[in-house]
């Protein structure tokens, strides 16, 4: 695939321990199948993984059963778009990385509120 992300670029991988994204191939990669738009690579922390929790999505609770060790603070993880915005306008958006950001994002959120959360390169 020749994904690109928000920014316009390649898109770069976004985890591999623990390996992450809808294809599970390290890359917050999407495409019509992902009814979820898995596609922002995001920085977890306590807050966020908190808030995702509170609403339904518990990221840090070891599944076994699926081969999921759980989320920790620090953990790079291909979030779905509708939640990172979620928990933008709640106040709890996790820093990403843009450059491992696929642009299916935009179809959720803007530029500027992605940009205003990039993690430092």
């Keep these: 695939m020749?994904?690109?992300?928000v920014l316009?670029?390649?898109l770069l991988d976004c985890s591999?321990?623990?390996?992450?994204?809808?294809?599970?191939?390290g890359c917050c990669n999407s495409d019509?199948?992902?009814a979820g738009n898995h596609s922002v690579c995001a920085v977890m922390t306590e807050e966020f993984l908190a808030f995702s929790r509170s609403v339904g999505?518990?990221?840090?609770?070891?599944?076994?059963?699926?081969?999921f060790a759980g989320l920790q603070p620090g953990d790079r993880w291909c979030l779905c778009a509708p939640r990172w915005e979620e928990a933008r306008?709640?106040?709890f958006a996790p820093e990403i990385v843009l450059e491992a950001t696929h642009?299916?994002?935009l179809e959720v959120t803007l530029l500027g509120h992605l940009q205003a959360h990039a993690a430092e390169a």
């Design 32 to 34: 019509g199948g992902d």
């Design 8 to 10: 316009g670029g390649p």
């Design 2 to 5: 020749n994904a690109r992300n």
């Design 89 to 91: 306008v709640a106040g």
């Design 57 to 67: 999505n518990d990221l840090s609770t070891p599944r076994p059963e699926y081969g």
């Design 16 to 25: 591999h321990d623990p390996v992450t994204g809808w294809f599970r191939d």
């Design 103 to 105: 642009e299916r994002a």
